[in-house]
């Protein structure tokens, strides 16, 4: 069975401009959680979604926005970049039929390295 | 929000028990506590889970007392290869968010 597959891997933006990061879920997965890794605040949930519907948002503000698609493919948004947003950007992809649980075991991609000049 | 803190790091030497304690203070009721495993840039890998007391897989052993208010992560005989850094996970028992603790990181030398 294919991985959760991120796309970029690296990306390089300077700010003010936006930038979108797509993450395509392992087959049959229907839930796709989004997280920023920094060295400073670890990793941190962005939002996730199920069946192209967003359960949960972290504390972030309304720059950061996603989508899923019916394939359950996921995409993430950062409008108007800050030197802030340089971080990992992590997707990651389970069955989480509940929302806010870890019980269900979450499958992460490599991440997409987004540095923000 | 639950704080979810762990030790910054640890040392250990191969063939030595490691134990790495995550204290949750706002767990959700009927949440699991999980811990990953990450190495760099990787994604982090499900390691094991549990909702009380002790669970024990292939690779690890999770000790959870009865106030869920912490658990207690332990690999035993480590290798070289374990050297990474390791979070817990759980839900925020006021918000439904999931929250990663703050991350360990363990450095194995031969």
């Known amino acids: 069975k294919a991985g959760v597959t991120q796309t970029p891997r690296y990306l390089i933006k300077t700010r003010g401009q936006q930038v979108t990061l797509s993450c395509s879920p392992i087959s049959g997965h229907r839930s796709v959680s989004w997280y920023q890794q920094t060295p400073g605040q670890g990793l941190q949930f962005l939002f996730e979604y199920f069946s192209e519907t967003q359960r949960n948002k972290g504390n972030f503000p309304g720059r950061f926005s996603g989508r899923q698609f019916s394939n359950s493919r996921s995409e993430m948004n950062v409008s108007t970049l800050e030197l802030g947003d340089s971080a990992l950007y992590l997707c990651a992809s389970s069955l989480a039929t509940t929302a806010g649980s870890s019980y269900n075991e979450q499958f992460f991609g490599p991440g997409t390295r987004l540095t923000v000049l | 929000l639950a704080k979810t803190t762990q030790p910054i790091s640890m040392d250990s030497y191969e063939g030595q028990e490691v134990n790495i304690t995550c204290s949750h203070n706002?767990?959700?009721?009927?949440?699991?506590i999980t811990w990953y495993q990450q190495f760099p840039s990787q994604g982090p890998r499900f390691i094991i889970q549990g909702y009380k007391t002790k669970v024990t897989n292939e690779v690890a052993s999770l000790f959870i007392p009865a106030d869920r208010k912490s658990s207690t992560l332990s690999l035993p005989r480590v290798s070289l290869s374990d050297t990474a850094v390791y979070y817990c996970?759980?839900?925020?028992?006021?918000?439904?968010?999931?929250?990663f603790g703050t991350g360990t990181r363990l450095q194995v030398f031969p």
């Open positions: 996970l759980v839900g925020d028992g006021d918000t439904d968010k999931l929250i």
């Open positions: 706002n767990i959700a009721t009927n949440d699991y």
